[in-house]
């Protein structure tokens, strides 16, 4: 009992980073209405801006955080220029390809730069271990499970603020459920495309510090299978829903280390896509209820 | 000019394409580096590998992202088969491709009902599934040691192993693959397909059972992965989970894409492009797949249609000229 | 319409520009040897090989006693996933070549080294490998980095008739494939065995013992060969599997926290290990870590939290009383801007192995003979310590144990330690 509690925190855990994942890709998929690639690699810059500031300036976490949106942010807006702006009305396989494309240009081009060799991120926040005892059974919280939880909290509220109480926010909403008719109402659709996808891209950058921090250290090839995931989470919650990805996100985390009791950690990937192919069967649109999405 | 082209071609059909396969049969006594014949192999092995997601893809419209999946199990059912029973690698090709005609079927039963992106991900997730499966059954895929020493074909005594040899079967898989696809597409149920592609709601309203035709392209699909699966294990001689990753599969749908999406030619024009360009670009040691991704994102912006895109199909990028035009009329977006 | 024309144009022209390569080199090949491609046999191969050293041998002749260029084929993962060892590859194959070339070559011969990039997949490695055969003026070939990529060349280099000299290549199957294939890394079913007596027996007198393992080839078979001896020890072996490029250990750790062990071995080479025991001490494990494969790995430790806590086996370190080493692992680590582990060494002595082969060749240096004087090479006494080829053309290695005090390597046990065997 105490054993699978303790697994069930570590999914939390892990499902709240792939939330946090979730939620940047559904913004982009939302507001651009393409697919892309490109996610993995960017969550690696954002976890090496990170690294950078922790070993140049300081183990500042909030300046980290800063430094992992700013540089995703800008990377977001180059692969905006090249993949989506020119294809926005040209059948979706081809912006896919350029994010394809992209994806083998960061990843090679950062083996380059930043070596090819994986970069410790150590004790950036302290290793301390909360024992909780709750019903007889020990449960063991580590403070880095903590913060990164209360993060992703945190960074799921602000978003959700910033898209209901701002007018930027209005407008890439509007955008997301409808390009012509917000055109129509003059909004500037690419300008707001254009930061719809560099703010996903920028909270793509916060994951990658997470898995940073959590995993203790970030490598050029780092991002490749958490694309896959990012996009898994938010079909699961219907690809342009900010909450119901975060609970794709979520659950997918939960799946994969409840099922490491059963089996071994190989399988980790198996339980996520059976997860998510059984859920399409009996929901075709994710945990969404309302049809009617662009994609 | 091109209209003179295609003229010329449609006349002399019959006598350019033997010309080609005459041309195509000699050329390993022409080319006397194996290293070059080897290079040709893979072409041919990719383009028929590519045709096959061109079957799915460009034809009938659905989006799949998982053929490395049909590709691995015609690959271990081939490699399995032939190291452990000795079955001949002649009817293993059938039973190969029927094995992942089996698994296509599988894949395409959640897929009935979804569309778009959606069904993307079921097909990624199943070629993952297919993967992960193939690095741990260890009794019959060796599970992370792979199969090595794959018997390979015979031939009439010929040594199979020669990759001169070897080009023929390629060859020969790459025409039938080519002729037969070219008479299901004149069939019914090819032009069943390309009306899912234009418009299902429409063909659907004129009487075509969309979801069994949608089920019989991926089950078509896939059977040619299957059996380019099976040649293709005794040719590399040793295979193992990590040969068919998604990646495998991405450098699929880029040749596809490439090449031009909804044409027979395309994927063979894309297969040749991608791996003279990853050789080409040899020289460049560690910045190779830099500038390979660079030329990939520049012909898209060239030719976002693919280098032999078919014009009247909504695949060709036809939306972007609507959009030029509407540019040219009214303000920008 | 202009535009696809142009595509076309350009497509076409780069295959026409391959295939006219072609052309181009049957010609020259035509003309220099044409029996050589007819059967791909080892005599023809090593007249062919004959030829060509005359040829270069006519050509310098002001070169004094010069007799001519080996030349070596590389195989390396310079791009992907193992991109670091690739890069370890390049600098310890090109540093051994420039110290032998520097001190005026071997018997007469200096050496020479083309390196591809393979990214270690078998499909890439094997055509490389074919690149290399058919290229009469190669002698031999090195590389590649994983035991998976190494296999597959197995028929290439037994129809070439041409050795293939593997620095890291470990699976214990891996040498007895072709008579042309040697490998320095040591065989595992030595190392994982010494592991479950010496280390965990013997010297931690540990019972309960918790392993995690990569899922691959290496790691199946270090785990294979270890479990074996570990059954006749009478240890109590919990194991858990990881797919490589995993990096989230948080759930294995804690499934293996709840077995209660006394010692967490890791089974990888490289980053995953360092990884997994960050994770545990983040999860307030507090446990011996024991690692192997990743031997005695600066990167590893420079990579650890809490430093001090970790045993590996290994067959060398980079002894810090060893003026030679030193420099060399310094050296590296200026080139390569990473510390060295032991695969870059492994390589550096690969090339100084061939040389000595090179060396007890009297007159031509064919690919046959070359490497019939590999095969028979007396022991010698490379940066990882002494190499003396079995029958299959692998080695075993002696291993000692080692920790890490102040963050600096240190011998726990020397040689001696488990020189009574199994």
Known sequence: MEYILNQLINGICQGSIYALMAIGYSVIVGVVGMVTFTYGEIMMIGAFSSYYIFTGLSNNLPLAILGAFAGSFIIGSIVYKLCYERFFNAPRHISLLCTIGISMLIKNLAQIVFGPDTKPVLNVIDNTTFTLNLFGANLNIRLLQIVVIVLVIVFAVALTLFFNKTKWGVMLRAVSQNKDASYLMGISVKRTALLGNCIGCGFGGIAGILLALYYGSVSATMGASYSTKAFAASVLGGLVDIRFSALGGLCIGIIENMGIIFTSATFRDVFAFAFLILILIIRPQGFVSKKGARV | ?333 | MKKRILALTLTFALAASVLAGCGGDDKKEETKAPETQAAGGDETQAAGGDETKAETEAAAPEGGESKGVIKLGGLAPLTGQYAEYGKGFDIGFHKAIDEINAAGGVNGYTFEIDIKDTQSEPVTTSTMATAFAEDDEIMALLGDFSSGACKATAQICDSYGILQLSPTASASDYAAMSKYFFGIMGRQDVEAPFLAKYVLKEYLKAQKIAVIRVDSDWGKSCYDNFIAQAEKEQLDVTVETYATGEKDFSSLITKMQAENPDVLVVMDQGDPVADIFNQADAAGWKIQHVALGPGTSEQVVGRLNDKDNLIVTSPFFFDPDDAELTAWAEWFQGEAGFAPTIHPACAYDCVYLLAEAVKSIDGEVTRENLRDALANLPEYTGVTGSIKFEEDGDIKRNYMICGIEGGEWKVLEGFEFGAAGF
């Open chain 2, 1 to 333: 000019m091109m209209q003179q082209a295609k003229a010329f071609y449609e006349k002399y059909k019959v006598i350019i394409l033997i010309v080609l396969a005459a041309v195509l049969a000699i050329l390993p006594f022409v080319i006397k580096k194996t290293l070059y014949i080897r290079y040709l192999c893979n072409i041919m092995m990719y383009a028929t590998l590519a045709g096959s997601l061109n079957a799915i893809n460009g034809y009938s419209g659905q989006f799949c992202l998982g053929q490395a999946g049909f590709f691995a199990i015609g690959a271990y059912t081939g490699a399995a088969l032939a190291k452990n029973f000795g079955i001949s690698f002649w009817p293993l090709l059938i039973v190969g491709g029927l094995m992942a005609m089996v698994v296509g079927f599988i894949v395409s039963l959640p897929t009935l009902r979804l569309s778009g992106i959606y069904l993307s991900i079921v097909t990624l997730g199943a070629s993952e599934i297919i993967r992960i499966i193939a690095q741990t059954w260890e009794p019959v895929t060796g599970g992370s040691m792979g199969i090595k020493q794959i018997p390979y074909p015979e031939f009439f005594g010929v040594d199979m192993f020669k990759p001169q040899n070897y080009y023929y079967i390629f060859l020969a898989l790459l025409i039938l693959f080519l002729f037969v696809t070219n008479r299901v597409l004149k069939s019914r149920v090819g032009r069943a397909w390309m009306s899912i592609r234009e418009d299902e709601i429409a063909s659907k309203s004129l009487g075509v059972e969309t979801s069994r035709y949608k089920s019989t392209n991926f089950m078509y699909g896939a059977f040619w992965a299957g059996v380019i699966g099976v040649a293709y294990a005794p040719f590399v001689n040793y295979i193992e989970a990590s040969q068919f990753t998604t990646d495998t599969g991405f450098n699929v749908l880029a040749m596809v894409v490439l090449g031009g999406q909804g044409t027979l030619a395309g994927p063979i024009l894309g297969s040749v492009v991608v791996t003279v360009l990853t050789e080409a670009l040899r020289f460049l040691e560690s910045w190779r797949y830099v500038i390979y991704a660079l030329l990939i994102i520049f012909m898209m912006w060239v030719r976002p249609q693919g280098l032999m895109g078919a014009s009247n199909s909504m695949l060709a990028g036809g939306k972007i000229k609507v959009k030029e035009e509407k540019k040219k009329g009214g303000e920008a977006k």
